[in-house]
């Protein structure tokens, strides 16, 4: 099959400098992510999932390489310019879901929104039509501490989503959720990415990265395993979760 990529990385490279020290946090890393694909990043902790989805969200820079999202270079951009940019093309969710505490959960999705839409209304509308897609119908003007964790979670997905960004990523959204509220995340991620919604998710929860329908693993800043799984459905979940065991095992999970 012959899939679209959406982001492209070139012998990817990132350095850490601090007391003067410094950590070679990614290697060399050479990955194609395609269009409409639910990408799930694995790997132990420090191994480098985190600074990999920085870097191709443009969030933080690059030492040396290439990445390349949407046609679009984003490691040659100015901050001006990668800052527009991230705006209209990146949606991206926190495992610490930092939604802006005095403001309702509307308001949290229509600021950014505002940002890049001009047509006031239009946002609005679709703020409210996310709203209703997360099932936060009714605490659409609550503020995110007169709601649950999971709901904050879920108003942070349609906080994401406000711009239809290209790429939705996500840094470990159920990583503070307790299990049901978990549960409903990822059901939510799985409709966006089922509606045409292009996601990248790191976990480190087997179930999670069940969800996706190709995993990526990273061991020490490398780029150690891609294991396609196919389109995600409940009815082979067990199947799923004990190939993507097996092959984590392999890897020195
Ligand atoms: N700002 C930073 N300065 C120095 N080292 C860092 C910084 N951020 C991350 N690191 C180091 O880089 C490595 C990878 O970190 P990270 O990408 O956060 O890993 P993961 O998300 O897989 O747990 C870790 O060893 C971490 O300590
Ligand atoms: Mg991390």
């Given at each position: 099959m012959n899939r679209k990529y959406i982001i492209k990385t070139n012998n990817l490279c990132k350095t850490y400098t601090s007391g003067g020290i410094e950590f070679?946090?990614?290697?060399?890393i050479n990955l194609e992510i395609y269009q409409k694909d639910f990408t799930a990043i694995m790997g132990s902790s420090g191994s480098g999932k985190s600074t990999l989805l920085y870097l191709l969200s443009g969030l933080d820079i690059i030492t040396s390489g290439e990445v390349c999202l949407n046609d679009t270079r984003?490691?040659?951009?100015?901050e001006k310019q990668l800052s527009l940019f991230r705006r209209k093309n990146i949606g991206f969710v926190f495992q610490?879901?930092?939604?802006?505490?005095?403001?309702t959960l509307l308001e949290n999705i229509l600021i950014p929104g505002y940002l890049v839409e001009k047509d006031r209304k239009k946002v609005q509308k679709n703020a409210l039509s996310l709203l209703d897609t997360m099932g936060l119908k009714l605490e659409?003007?609550?503020?995110?501490?007169?709601?649950?964790g999971g709901q904050q979670q879920r108003g942070a997905i349609a906080r994401a989503l406000v711009n239809s960004p290209s790429v939705l990523f996500a840094d470990e959204?159920?990583?503070?959720?307790n299990s049901s509220q978990e549960e409903n995340v990822l059901e939510i991620l799985s409709k966006v990415n089922e509606n045409g919604q292009t996601v990248i998710m790191v976990t480190h929860d087997v179930k999670s990265a069940c969800r996706a329908n190709r995993v990526l693993y990273i061991k020490d800043g490398e780029l150690n395993g891609d294991l396609l799984l196919g389109k995600y459905s409940k009815n082979t979940l067990v199947e799923r979760e004990k190939e993507l065991l097996e092959w984590l095992t392999n890897r020195g999970w």
């Open positions: 070679q946090a990614l290697k060399n984003i490691d040659t951009l100015n610490d879901i930092n939604l802006v505490p005095n403001l659409t003007n609550r503020l995110p501490s007169q709601v649950s959204p159920t990583g503070n959720l």
